[in-house]
């Protein structure tokens, strides 16, 4: 049997001298009072995660689901409605929720950015270790990528939870994004691998080398030498990409 919330209750029963009306008013307040409560345990939960990940008490206030919906926020920095509606299906779908603790979670994503104050992904992320296997700590990982968390914190993360490099880049590659602006002054293609990327670079730094400029004039020589520059910023800025 469903139990009826307390404030929902003795707000009930407040406005029922006023009748009707009353009641109504009495059961919305309780409501609002409820959800209130609700999303202060929500945080004290995350809070004593934060303080203790170890304590018995945070393991048994905090669900996996939880704790990667807050990860996210931390990651990510900020998620927009979209992206939070995102990860809240993944989880739903992943590990089967409850339709009780859906709405546990909803609250959690409209609460994400205060939440995510409260923690960090160290501990976070020493928590999720301890309750999931490397195959979902794997999937955790492909999802914070898939949303656009930044790539240098979800590459500590990985590391946190011993996840092999070379596992990580193949987790990384299908959703990694190389710099439009460098890539049009390579003349590459955003979708290029490393060793496209490479060859055309090494190819450009011949062509507008120093050496190559020694027979030209002054001004010949100065836009040789600046597309050399915008040449090699635009290579590390390119390989610093697949690097993470």
């Known amino acids: 049997m469903r139990r009826v919330p307390v404030g929902t209750l003795v707000g009930g029963l407040v406005g029922l001298p006023a009748g009707v009306f009353g009641v109504g008013f009495g059961l919305l307040v309780g409501t609002l009072v409820d959800q209130a409560v609700l999303r202060a345990r929500e945080r004290r939960s995350i809070t004593r995660l934060v303080e203790d990940p170890l304590e018995d008490t945070a393991q048994q206030s905090l669900s996996p689901e939880a704790a990667i919906l807050v ?40 609460d994400g950015s205060a939440l995510a104050l409260q923690a960090n992904s160290a501990d976070l992320g020493e928590f999720l270790r301890r309750r999931l296997p490397p195959a979902e700590l794997e999937a955790v990982i492909e999802l914070l990528l898939s949303i656009g968390c930044p790539a240098p914190r979800v590459r500590r993360l990985a ?32 979708a290029a691998g490393p060793d496209e990327v490479k060859r055309v670079y090494r190819a450009l730094a011949v062509q507008f080398h120093p050496d190559a400029a020694a027979g030209l004039d002054d001004s010949q020589r100065r836009q040789a030498e600046q597309a050399y520059l915008k040449v090699q910023a635009a290579y590390q800025t390119i390989m610093r990409e697949f690097d993470i």
Do not use: N
């Open 71 to 110: 990860l996210a926020f931390v990651v990510g920095g900020t998620l927009t409605p979209d992206t939070q509606a995102r990860v809240l299906q993944w989880l739903i779908q992943r590990y089967s929720t409850p339709r009780r603790a859906i709405g546990r979670l909803e609250r959690i994503a409209q």
């Open 159 to 190: 590391e946190r939870w011993q996840i092999p490099a070379e596992r990580y880049r193949t987790l990384r590659d299908p959703y990694r994004v190389l710099d439009s602006q460098a890539c049009a002054v390579l003349g590459v293609s955003p």
